[in-house]
Protein backbone atom coordinates (compact mmCIF):
# COMPACT_ATOMS: atom_id res chain seq x y z
CA UNK A 1 0.00 0.00 0.00
CA UNK A 2 1.88 3.44 -1.29
CA UNK A 3 -0.05 5.56 0.54
CA UNK A 4 0.57 3.93 4.23
CA UNK A 5 4.25 3.98 3.20
CA UNK A 6 3.99 7.55 2.51
CA UNK A 7 2.53 8.22 5.46
CA UNK A 8 4.44 6.68 7.52
CA UNK A 9 7.65 8.78 5.73
CA UNK A 10 5.92 11.91 6.90
CA UNK A 11 5.98 10.75 10.59
CA UNK A 12 9.82 9.58 9.77
CA UNK A 13 10.23 13.13 8.74
CA UNK A 14 8.29 14.95 12.07
CA UNK A 15 10.29 12.34 14.20
CA UNK A 16 13.47 13.95 12.48
CA UNK A 17 12.60 17.37 13.49
CA UNK A 18 11.26 17.03 17.15
CA UNK A 19 13.63 19.19 18.08
CA UNK A 20 13.54 21.62 15.50
CA UNK A 21 10.77 23.06 12.66
CA UNK A 22 7.95 20.90 11.88
CA UNK A 23 7.39 22.11 8.42
CA UNK A 24 3.84 20.76 7.77
CA UNK A 25 4.17 21.95 3.92
CA UNK A 26 6.66 19.54 3.56
CA UNK A 27 4.29 16.61 5.56
CA UNK A 28 1.61 17.69 2.85
CA UNK A 29 4.36 17.21 -0.11
CA UNK A 30 5.52 13.50 1.47
CA UNK A 31 2.34 12.13 2.29
CA UNK A 32 0.99 13.82 -1.08
CA UNK A 33 -1.78 14.98 0.63
CA UNK A 34 -3.56 18.42 1.59
CA UNK A 35 -2.56 19.09 5.07
CA UNK A 36 -5.86 19.10 6.41
CA UNK A 37 -6.98 16.13 5.29
CA UNK A 38 -4.00 14.43 6.36
CA UNK A 39 -4.52 15.50 9.95
CA UNK A 40 -8.32 14.73 9.75
CA UNK A 41 -6.76 11.35 8.83
CA UNK A 42 -4.21 11.14 11.65
CA UNK A 43 -7.20 11.40 14.23
CA UNK A 44 -9.34 8.63 12.52
CA UNK A 45 -6.05 6.30 13.03
CA UNK A 46 -4.60 7.09 16.09
CA UNK A 47 -7.96 8.96 18.18
CA UNK A 48 -5.66 11.67 19.11
CA UNK A 49 -4.59 15.28 16.61
CA UNK A 50 -1.49 15.56 15.07
CA UNK A 51 -0.50 18.25 17.64
CA UNK A 52 -1.13 16.51 20.27
CA UNK A 53 1.23 13.49 19.16
CA UNK A 54 4.11 16.39 18.35
CA UNK A 55 3.52 17.33 21.83
CA UNK A 56 3.59 13.99 23.27
CA UNK A 57 6.58 12.58 21.52
CA UNK A 58 8.93 16.32 22.12
CA UNK A 59 7.68 15.74 26.37
CA UNK A 60 8.75 12.20 26.12
CA UNK A 61 11.93 12.45 24.35
CA UNK A 62 12.62 15.53 27.09
CA UNK A 63 11.63 12.94 30.09
CA UNK A 64 14.55 10.78 28.12
CA UNK A 65 17.04 13.89 28.43
CA UNK A 66 15.76 14.81 32.18
CA UNK A 67 16.44 10.82 32.97
CA UNK A 68 19.96 10.55 31.03
CA UNK A 69 21.79 13.91 31.20
CA UNK A 70 22.67 16.66 33.05
CA UNK A 71 21.49 19.48 30.63
CA UNK A 72 19.47 22.16 32.16
CA UNK A 73 15.82 21.86 32.50
CA UNK A 74 15.91 25.56 30.63
CA UNK A 75 18.21 24.07 27.77
CA UNK A 76 16.04 21.12 27.26
CA UNK A 77 12.97 23.34 27.13
CA UNK A 78 14.60 25.38 24.35
CA UNK A 79 15.70 22.23 22.77
CA UNK A 80 12.01 21.20 21.96
CA UNK A 81 10.50 24.67 21.20
CA UNK A 82 9.49 25.81 24.41
CA UNK A 83 10.57 29.95 24.76
CA UNK A 84 10.40 29.47 28.80
CA UNK A 85 11.26 26.88 31.15
CA UNK A 86 7.88 27.59 33.22
CA UNK A 87 5.97 27.22 29.60
CA UNK A 88 7.74 23.48 29.39
CA UNK A 89 6.86 23.13 33.04
CA UNK A 90 3.44 23.83 32.48
CA UNK A 91 3.31 21.50 29.55
CA UNK A 92 5.36 18.55 31.24
CA UNK A 93 3.37 18.98 34.43
CA UNK A 94 -0.10 18.47 32.25
CA UNK A 95 1.17 14.86 30.93
CA UNK A 96 3.26 13.70 33.49
CA UNK A 97 1.32 14.85 36.30
CA UNK A 98 4.72 15.50 38.42
CA UNK A 99 6.97 18.47 37.38
CA UNK A 100 10.69 18.03 35.41
CA UNK A 101 12.34 18.34 38.61
CA UNK A 102 10.83 15.68 40.34
CA UNK A 103 11.08 13.70 36.74
CA UNK A 104 14.39 13.91 37.14
CA UNK A 105 14.73 12.92 40.80
CA UNK A 106 12.72 9.88 40.33
CA UNK A 107 14.56 8.91 37.24
CA UNK A 108 11.44 9.28 35.69
CA UNK A 109 9.85 5.71 37.12
CA UNK A 110 6.32 5.19 36.63
CA UNK A 111 6.06 7.54 33.70
CA UNK A 112 5.06 6.62 30.49
CA UNK A 113 7.02 6.68 27.64
CA UNK A 114 5.06 7.78 24.30
CA UNK A 115 6.71 6.00 21.41
CA UNK A 116 6.89 6.63 17.48
CA UNK A 117 3.64 5.69 15.78
CA UNK A 118 3.63 3.76 12.58
CA UNK A 119 0.79 2.62 9.96
CA UNK A 120 -0.28 -0.87 9.20
CA UNK A 121 -3.53 -1.95 7.40
CA UNK A 122 -5.83 -4.66 9.41
CA UNK A 123 -7.99 -6.05 7.06
CA UNK A 124 -11.28 -6.96 9.67
CA UNK A 125 -13.83 -8.36 7.55
CA UNK A 126 -14.41 -8.80 4.11
CA UNK A 127 -18.13 -8.18 2.82
CA UNK A 128 -19.47 -8.87 -0.70
CA UNK A 129 -23.32 -9.16 -2.27
CA UNK A 130 -23.88 -12.33 -0.57
CA UNK A 131 -20.70 -13.12 1.92
CA UNK A 132 -20.00 -11.71 4.87
CA UNK A 133 -16.35 -12.78 7.12
CA UNK A 134 -14.80 -11.68 10.21
CA UNK A 135 -11.18 -12.28 9.53
CA UNK A 136 -8.32 -13.02 12.07
CA UNK A 137 -10.08 -14.74 14.03
CA UNK A 138 -7.73 -17.19 16.34
CA UNK A 139 -7.91 -21.25 15.73
CA UNK A 140 -8.75 -23.22 18.94
CA UNK A 141 -5.74 -23.65 21.13
CA UNK A 142 -7.06 -27.18 23.01
CA UNK A 143 -9.48 -29.58 22.11
CA UNK A 144 -12.38 -28.43 24.21
CA UNK A 145 -15.92 -29.06 22.98
CA UNK A 146 -17.76 -26.74 25.64
CA UNK A 147 -16.04 -23.72 26.75
CA UNK A 148 -12.30 -22.93 23.99
CA UNK A 149 -14.87 -21.65 21.27
CA UNK A 150 -16.49 -18.86 24.29
CA UNK A 151 -12.56 -17.95 25.06
CA UNK A 152 -11.86 -17.33 21.31
CA UNK A 153 -15.11 -14.99 20.93
CA UNK A 154 -14.52 -13.16 24.49
CA UNK A 155 -10.55 -12.73 23.12
CA UNK A 156 -11.47 -10.87 20.22
CA UNK A 157 -14.43 -8.88 21.99
CA UNK A 158 -10.77 -8.12 23.73
CA UNK A 159 -10.83 -10.26 27.19
CA UNK A 160 -7.01 -9.86 28.73
CA UNK A 161 -7.23 -13.13 30.41
CA UNK A 162 -5.23 -15.86 29.49
CA UNK A 163 -6.35 -19.01 27.27
CA UNK A 164 -4.95 -21.29 30.28
CA UNK A 165 -6.62 -19.28 33.22
CA UNK A 166 -9.92 -19.02 31.23
CA UNK A 167 -10.27 -23.01 30.87
CA UNK A 168 -9.10 -23.37 34.38
CA UNK A 169 -11.95 -21.43 35.40
CA UNK A 170 -14.02 -23.03 33.53
CA UNK A 171 -13.32 -26.43 35.07
CA UNK A 172 -12.52 -28.43 31.93
CA UNK A 173 -9.16 -28.38 32.27
CA UNK A 174 -9.46 -30.81 35.20
CA UNK A 175 -11.65 -33.52 34.18
CA UNK A 176 -11.16 -37.51 33.24
CA UNK A 177 -14.19 -39.39 32.31
CA UNK A 178 -15.33 -41.85 29.83
CA UNK A 179 -17.34 -45.25 28.99
CA UNK A 180 -19.46 -42.94 26.65
CA UNK A 181 -18.56 -41.03 23.78
CA UNK A 182 -20.24 -37.83 25.25
CA UNK A 183 -18.44 -37.41 28.52
CA UNK A 184 -16.34 -34.48 27.78
CA UNK A 185 -19.81 -32.83 26.74
CA UNK A 186 -21.76 -34.36 29.43
CA UNK A 187 -19.43 -33.92 32.40
CA UNK A 188 -18.42 -30.49 33.40
CA UNK A 189 -19.26 -27.99 36.48
CA UNK A 190 -21.06 -25.22 34.80
CA UNK A 191 -22.72 -24.67 31.58
CA UNK A 192 -21.28 -22.69 28.38
CA UNK A 193 -23.44 -19.34 29.25
CA UNK A 194 -23.14 -19.81 33.07
CA UNK A 195 -19.09 -19.61 32.14
CA UNK A 196 -19.64 -16.50 29.87
CA UNK A 197 -21.58 -14.92 32.43
CA UNK A 198 -19.18 -15.69 35.56
CA UNK A 199 -16.63 -14.00 33.53
CA UNK A 200 -18.87 -10.62 33.31
CA UNK A 201 -20.19 -10.97 29.61
CA UNK A 202 -24.01 -10.24 28.61
CA UNK A 203 -25.15 -12.67 26.22
CA UNK A 204 -28.42 -13.86 24.03
CA UNK A 205 -29.48 -17.58 23.68
CA UNK A 206 -30.87 -18.19 20.34
CA UNK A 207 -32.70 -21.85 20.56
CA UNK A 208 -33.33 -24.01 17.72
CA UNK A 209 -36.62 -24.95 19.21
CA UNK A 210 -39.16 -23.08 21.41
CA UNK A 211 -40.82 -24.30 24.23
CA UNK A 212 -43.49 -25.87 22.64
CA UNK A 213 -41.06 -27.79 20.15
CA UNK A 214 -41.71 -25.39 16.97
CA UNK A 215 -38.84 -25.01 15.17
CA UNK A 216 -37.33 -21.41 15.38
CA UNK A 217 -34.31 -22.29 13.73
CA UNK A 218 -34.48 -19.24 10.42
CA UNK A 219 -34.67 -16.89 13.54
CA UNK A 220 -31.39 -18.41 14.95
CA UNK A 221 -29.80 -18.23 11.57
CA UNK A 222 -30.83 -14.56 10.79
CA UNK A 223 -29.81 -13.75 14.14
CA UNK A 224 -26.22 -15.00 13.88
CA UNK A 225 -25.58 -13.54 10.67
CA UNK A 226 -27.18 -10.18 12.09
CA UNK A 227 -24.31 -10.75 14.99
CA UNK A 228 -21.50 -11.22 12.48
CA UNK A 229 -22.70 -8.04 10.42
CA UNK A 230 -22.03 -5.93 13.48
CA UNK A 231 -18.31 -7.33 13.40
CA UNK A 232 -19.04 -10.48 16.63
CA UNK A 233 -18.31 -14.15 15.84
CA UNK A 234 -20.81 -16.49 17.62
CA UNK A 235 -21.12 -19.85 18.93
CA UNK A 236 -22.91 -21.87 17.31
CA UNK A 237 -23.49 -25.84 18.40
CA UNK A 238 -23.00 -28.44 15.65
CA UNK A 239 -22.29 -26.21 13.17
CA UNK A 240 -19.32 -27.54 11.78
CA UNK A 241 -18.04 -30.25 14.37
CA UNK A 242 -20.63 -33.01 15.93
CA UNK A 243 -22.38 -31.83 19.38
CA UNK A 244 -20.13 -28.86 20.06
CA UNK A 245 -20.05 -25.54 20.56
CA UNK A 246 -18.27 -23.92 17.26
CA UNK A 247 -17.30 -20.25 16.53
CA UNK A 248 -19.00 -19.39 13.69
CA UNK A 249 -17.11 -16.19 12.12
CA UNK A 250 -18.94 -15.33 8.85
CA UNK A 251 -21.80 -16.71 6.38
CA UNK A 252 -22.21 -17.60 2.81
CA UNK A 253 -26.02 -16.14 1.88
CA UNK A 254 -26.34 -17.55 -1.55
CA UNK A 255 -24.54 -21.17 -0.63
CA UNK A 256 -26.83 -21.21 2.58
CA UNK A 257 -23.63 -22.09 4.33
CA UNK A 258 -21.67 -20.93 7.67
CA UNK A 259 -17.67 -19.86 7.96
CA UNK A 260 -15.60 -20.30 10.65
CA UNK A 261 -14.32 -22.65 13.21
CA UNK A 262 -14.26 -26.05 14.74
CA UNK A 263 -11.96 -27.55 17.39
CA UNK A 264 -11.02 -30.22 14.76
CA UNK A 265 -12.10 -27.95 11.84
CA UNK A 266 -11.19 -25.06 10.23
CA UNK A 267 -7.25 -24.80 11.68
CA UNK A 268 -5.68 -23.58 8.80
CA UNK A 269 -8.72 -22.12 6.67
CA UNK A 270 -11.72 -21.53 8.15
CA UNK A 271 -15.00 -24.25 7.45
CA UNK A 272 -18.16 -23.89 5.78
CA UNK A 273 -21.40 -26.10 6.77
CA UNK A 274 -24.97 -25.65 5.62
CA UNK A 275 -26.88 -23.35 7.91
CA UNK A 276 -29.57 -26.04 8.83
CA UNK A 277 -26.67 -28.32 10.33
CA UNK A 278 -26.89 -27.00 13.78
CA UNK A 279 -30.83 -27.05 13.45
CA UNK A 280 -30.72 -31.08 12.62
CA UNK A 281 -27.97 -32.09 15.08
CA UNK A 282 -28.59 -35.61 15.86
CA UNK A 283 -26.36 -36.67 18.50
CA UNK A 284 -26.92 -34.32 20.90
CA UNK A 285 -30.11 -31.22 21.32
CA UNK A 286 -29.75 -29.08 18.92
CA UNK A 287 -28.75 -26.38 21.33
CA UNK A 288 -28.63 -23.47 19.15
CA UNK A 289 -26.61 -20.23 19.32
CA UNK A 290 -25.10 -18.37 22.10
CA UNK A 291 -24.39 -14.50 20.95
CA UNK A 292 -21.69 -13.41 23.67
CA UNK A 293 -22.28 -8.96 23.87
CA UNK A 294 -19.80 -5.95 25.68
CA UNK A 295 -18.37 -7.01 29.01
CA UNK A 296 -20.35 -5.10 32.36
CA UNK A 297 -18.91 -6.83 35.17
CA UNK A 298 -15.66 -8.24 36.54
CA UNK A 299 -14.60 -11.92 37.19
CA UNK A 300 -14.56 -12.35 41.22
CA UNK A 301 -11.24 -14.01 40.35
CA UNK A 302 -10.38 -15.81 44.16
CA UNK A 303 -13.84 -16.67 44.16
CA UNK A 304 -13.69 -18.21 40.64
CA UNK A 305 -10.19 -19.79 41.03
CA UNK A 306 -11.08 -21.67 44.74
CA UNK A 307 -14.34 -22.79 43.31
CA UNK A 308 -12.72 -24.22 40.20
CA UNK A 309 -10.22 -26.22 42.70
CA UNK A 310 -13.06 -27.34 44.88
CA UNK A 311 -15.08 -28.88 41.77
CA UNK A 312 -11.87 -30.55 40.21
CA UNK A 313 -11.24 -32.11 43.77
CA UNK A 314 -15.22 -33.50 43.88
CA UNK A 315 -15.06 -34.80 40.43
CA UNK A 316 -11.78 -36.67 41.37
CA UNK A 317 -13.22 -38.01 43.95
CA UNK A 318 -16.43 -39.40 42.68
CA UNK A 319 -16.89 -42.95 43.73
CA UNK A 320 -17.44 -45.94 41.08
CA UNK A 321 -20.68 -47.09 40.27
CA UNK A 322 -19.79 -51.01 39.04
CA UNK A 323 -22.86 -51.22 37.49
CA UNK A 324 -22.75 -48.24 34.99
CA UNK A 325 -20.40 -48.22 32.01
CA UNK A 326 -19.94 -44.66 32.32
CA UNK A 327 -17.27 -43.45 35.27
CA UNK A 328 -15.71 -40.65 36.25
CA UNK A 329 -12.30 -38.87 38.18
CA UNK A 330 -9.86 -41.26 39.65
CA UNK A 331 -11.67 -44.33 39.88
CA UNK A 332 -12.92 -44.02 36.39
CA UNK A 333 -8.82 -43.68 35.11
CA UNK A 334 -7.98 -46.62 37.36
CA UNK A 335 -10.70 -48.46 35.69
CA UNK A 336 -9.77 -47.27 32.14
CA UNK A 337 -6.11 -49.00 32.71
CA UNK A 338 -7.37 -52.32 34.04
CA UNK A 339 -9.70 -52.97 31.12
CA UNK A 340 -6.61 -52.43 28.51
CA UNK A 341 -5.30 -54.60 30.90
CA UNK A 342 -7.55 -57.32 30.14
CA UNK A 343 -7.85 -59.09 27.10
CA UNK A 344 -10.16 -58.05 24.02
CA UNK A 345 -10.51 -54.67 25.07
CA UNK A 346 -11.96 -52.63 22.23
CA UNK A 347 -10.41 -49.63 21.29
CA UNK A 348 -13.91 -47.55 20.26
CA UNK A 349 -15.60 -44.19 19.77
CA UNK A 350 -14.89 -43.59 23.78
CA UNK A 351 -11.67 -44.29 23.89
CA UNK A 352 -10.34 -41.82 21.30
CA UNK A 353 -12.50 -38.99 22.11
CA UNK A 354 -12.18 -38.74 25.24
CA UNK A 355 -8.24 -39.11 24.64
CA UNK A 356 -8.20 -36.45 22.49
CA UNK A 357 -10.14 -33.70 24.60
CA UNK A 358 -8.20 -34.93 27.94
CA UNK A 359 -5.10 -35.39 26.91
CA UNK A 360 -5.39 -31.73 25.44
CA UNK A 361 -7.14 -29.74 28.26
CA UNK A 362 -5.11 -31.21 31.13
CA UNK A 363 -1.80 -29.08 29.56
CA UNK A 364 -4.05 -25.70 30.01
CA UNK A 365 -4.54 -27.08 33.91
CA UNK A 366 -0.27 -27.22 34.50
CA UNK A 367 -0.44 -23.73 33.09
CA UNK A 368 -3.25 -22.59 34.87
CA UNK A 369 -1.79 -23.73 38.17
CA UNK A 370 0.96 -21.95 37.84
CA UNK A 371 -0.38 -18.83 36.73
CA UNK A 372 -2.75 -19.08 40.10
CA UNK A 373 0.17 -19.93 42.21
CA UNK A 374 2.37 -16.81 41.15
CA UNK A 375 -0.57 -14.34 42.67
CA UNK A 376 -0.81 -15.67 45.99
CA UNK A 377 2.52 -17.18 46.98
CA UNK A 378 3.42 -19.00 50.45
CA UNK A 379 1.49 -22.72 50.53
CA UNK A 380 -0.73 -22.19 47.93
CA UNK A 381 2.13 -21.40 45.30
CA UNK A 382 3.87 -24.51 46.62
CA UNK A 383 0.81 -26.58 46.49
CA UNK A 384 -0.44 -25.80 42.83
CA UNK A 385 3.52 -26.19 42.00
CA UNK A 386 2.95 -29.89 42.40
CA UNK A 387 0.24 -30.33 41.83
CA UNK A 388 1.03 -28.36 38.30
CA UNK A 389 4.25 -30.74 37.89
CA UNK A 390 1.82 -34.14 38.57
CA UNK A 391 -0.41 -33.28 35.88
CA UNK A 392 2.32 -31.92 33.57
CA UNK A 393 4.00 -35.77 34.55
CA UNK A 394 0.53 -36.98 33.52
CA UNK A 395 0.02 -34.76 29.68
CA UNK A 396 4.00 -36.50 28.80
CA UNK A 397 2.52 -40.01 29.23
CA UNK A 398 -0.62 -39.47 27.50
CA UNK A 399 0.76 -37.62 24.94
CA UNK A 400 3.46 -41.19 24.80
CA UNK A 401 -0.28 -43.15 24.32
CA UNK A 402 -1.07 -41.16 21.27
CA UNK A 403 -0.21 -43.81 18.88
CA UNK A 404 -2.59 -46.32 20.87
CA UNK A 405 -5.57 -44.34 21.93
CA UNK A 406 -6.06 -41.11 19.46
CA UNK A 407 -8.94 -40.91 17.07
CA UNK A 408 -6.55 -41.41 14.29
CA UNK A 409 -5.41 -45.05 15.95
CA UNK A 410 -6.09 -48.24 14.43
CA UNK A 411 -9.98 -49.32 15.44
CA UNK A 412 -10.88 -52.45 17.58
CA UNK A 413 -9.08 -54.94 19.61
CA UNK A 414 -5.28 -55.45 19.55
CA UNK A 415 -3.45 -57.32 22.53
CA UNK A 416 -0.25 -55.78 21.39
CA UNK A 417 -1.65 -51.98 21.88
CA UNK A 418 -3.25 -53.33 24.88
CA UNK A 419 0.37 -54.19 26.60
CA UNK A 420 1.11 -50.83 26.04
CA UNK A 421 -1.37 -48.55 26.86
CA UNK A 422 -2.27 -50.19 30.48
CA UNK A 423 1.11 -49.57 32.02
CA UNK A 424 0.77 -46.06 30.50
CA UNK A 425 -2.77 -45.44 32.35
CA UNK A 426 -2.09 -47.11 35.37
CA UNK A 427 0.84 -44.53 36.24
CA UNK A 428 -0.85 -41.07 34.20
CA UNK A 429 -3.39 -42.22 37.01
CA UNK A 430 -1.37 -42.16 39.56
CA UNK A 431 0.06 -38.95 38.35
CA UNK A 432 -3.61 -37.74 38.45
CA UNK A 433 -4.02 -38.81 41.83
CA UNK A 434 -0.90 -37.08 43.67
CA UNK A 435 -1.77 -33.84 41.76
CA UNK A 436 -5.41 -34.18 43.32
CA UNK A 437 -4.15 -34.60 46.83
CA UNK A 438 -1.96 -31.74 46.63
CA UNK A 439 -4.98 -29.36 45.38
CA UNK A 440 -6.69 -30.32 48.34
CA UNK A 441 -3.69 -29.04 50.46
CA UNK A 442 -3.69 -25.64 48.51
CA UNK A 443 -7.30 -25.31 48.84
CA UNK A 444 -6.76 -25.96 52.88
CA UNK A 445 -4.29 -22.71 52.69
CA UNK A 446 -6.91 -20.88 50.79
CA UNK A 447 -9.25 -21.13 54.05
CA UNK A 448 -6.70 -20.42 56.77
Known amino acids: MDWISRFNQAIGYIEKNLDGEINYDEVSQISVCPIGLFQRFFVLATGYTLTEYIRRRKLSLALMDLC ?3 KKILEIALQYGYETSDAFGVAFKRLYRVTPTKARQSGGDGLKHYDRIYLTLTINYIRGDNEMVLLNVENYRYYD ?6 RIIMTNLGEKLSTEYMLGIS ?12 RPTCVYDQWTT ?3 QKLGYEITELPCFDQAGNNVGNEMIAGVKEHINKGKPALVWNAFTNAEWDVVCGYDEEAKQFIGRGSYLGRDEYHRDAFERAVN ?3 APAFGAILIHEK ?6 RDAEIK ?5 VKHARQEADPEEEVGEGIAFYKRWADEYAHENKERGVADAYCYDVYSSVRKAAVLYLREVGSKYGGGILENLQYAAMNFEKETELLAGARPYLSWD ?3 GVDEERSKMVAPILYEAAECYEKAIGYLEKALTCFRQ
Open 296 to 301: KTELQA
Open 281 to 283: CEV
Open 409 to 411: SPW
Open 194 to 196: EFI
Open 308 to 312: SLEAA
Open 68 to 70: NTK
Open 171 to 182: GSVFKIAGGCPS
Open 145 to 150: PLFEGA
